[in-house]
């Protein structure tokens, strides 16, 4: 009897479900979805830090409250304790090289990572027009050797998608240390602050909930208090101004372009900034870490608070998903140098289909540069007889001082 007793429980409360039930509960979730905000904002903090880097250096940086918010606060208290900066470590990879001496520093400035990641959004139009030449030449003569080898098979062959070297030479203008760049990604944020003010402010103006507008407003500030230390400031351009060593930004052996900034006496020194982002001197004071560990408690106060919100939620998600948007606008946007304090006034560029002849042709104009860039487009060293012709020649003229074509 005991197994019938079992079974006939099992009935009954089989019975007592209501098949309704999951279409109730589903039904108000999406009228008034509860605590989705505040598990929303414990994700994507990896988009805030990479925001704020881009304009963080003035007083007022515009990185609009979003989803992620708390997650950032928790690893900035990390960052600053555990690794003294504020500073994400850079998304680009590349090197910078003393065009006089040939020093190669591996780059840990996120700056020069984004100066030479949006390359392709700044350079140019001649630089442009070297490159499109550069992939002709090389097409051409791709076929020519084709059609030698199998009369007809070149036209078969793919349009190349790089060609030798293109180095672009560019002369620093006035550097402005701190400058955050006043374009669309600076002035945006303002715009979306306001937006979000005034979708918070549609629920407390209908039905008098102002719960939502006080999450909204304390999330605003407190998103432009972490964005206001100086702390960023400090990082951002861990360097000397008024250089006077040229430099060479590139992404090493294989890349399409190298960017050769001259001295003028008025840029940013490019070797400090290599690695001044990770210099001791620009380390969290033991003030910023108090800061940001109080803004972080903060957010945790405010994210409980968001958690007891149950009604008109749709506004709050509304505010978040506005914000989060320009967090990944910002995040991701291409810049021009002067957005980053360090303008660059366009000289000329030399590009050749074979990289020796590019080097060549640089190291004639701008003497040492070629030679710079030599150990790195050919870590081997090994040079043909032709070749160490041609640069034992160079590296007379260097020595005596004087160039020929």
Not at 201 to 215: E, F
Not at 220 to 243: D, H, P, V, Y
Not at 375 to 383: I, S
Request: hydrophobic share 45%; aromatic share 10%; charged share 20%.
């Amino acid at each position: 009897m005991a197994p019938a007793i079992v079974n006939l429980g099992l009935l009954r409360r089989a019975s007592a479900f209501d098949p309704a039930q999951p279409s109730s509960a589903f039904r108000t979730q999406w009228t008034d979805p509860s605590d989705i905000f505040s598990v929303l904002l414990i994700l994507g903090g990896d988009v805030v830090a990479r925001a704020l880097a881009q304009l963080t250096g003035s007083s007022f940086t515009p990185v609009a409250f979003s989803f992620g918010w708390v997650a950032y606060a928790v690893s900035a208290v990390v960052a600053s304790v555990g690794e003294n900066r504020l500073m994400p470590r850079p998304d680009t990879p590349c090197d910078v090289i003393n065009a006089k001496s040939g020093y190669l520093r591996a780059n840990s400035s996120w700056l020069i990572s984004r100066l030479v990641r949006d390359f392709d959004h700044w350079q140019d139009d001649r630089v442009s027009a070297c490159v499109a030449s550069l992939l002709e030449r090389k097409d051409m003569f791709d076929r020519q050797q084709a059609d030698k080898k199998k009369p007809g098979s070149g036209r078969d062959l793919p349009y190349p998608k790089q060609a030798g070297l293109c180095v672009s030479v560019y002369e620093a203008g006035q550097a402005r240390p701190g400058m955050p760049g006043y374009d669309v990604a600076y002035w945006l944020g303002f715009t979306i602050t306001a937006l979000q003010l005034g979708i918070a402010a549609v629920p407390c103006a209908l039905y008098g909930d102002w719960g939502i507008i006080l999450v909204t407003a304390a999330g605003i500030l407190l998103s432009f208090a972490m964005g206001s230390l100086s702390q960023w400031k400090k990082e951002k351009w861990a360097c000397r101004t008024g250089c006077k060593k040229d430099a060479i930004l590139t992404k090493g052996n294989g890349s399409q372009h190298v960017i050769l900034v001259l001295a003028s006496g008025k840029g940013l020194d490019l070797e400090d900034l290599a690695t001044g982002q990770t210099n001791v001197d620009v380390n969290a004071t033991l003030t910023t870490r108090i800061v940001v560990l109080g803004l972080a408690m903060m957010w945790t106060m405010l994210l409980i608070t968001a958690a007891g919100i149950e009604s008109h939620t749709w506004y709050l998600l509304a505010v978040g998903a506005v914000g989060i948007v320009q967090n990944v606008f910002v995040a991701g946007k291409k810049r021009r140098p002067e957005a980053f304090g360090a303008p660059l006034i366009f000289v000329e560029v030399v590009g050749e289909v074979k990289v020796m002849d590019t080097l060549v042709a640089v190291e004639k104009k701008y003497p040492y540069a070629g030679f710079s860039m030599r150990d790195t487009f050919f870590p081997g060293g090994k040079l043909r007889d032709a070749e160490k012709e041609v640069w034992g020649a160079l590296e007379g003229d260097v020595k005596y001082g004087y160039y020929h074509e």
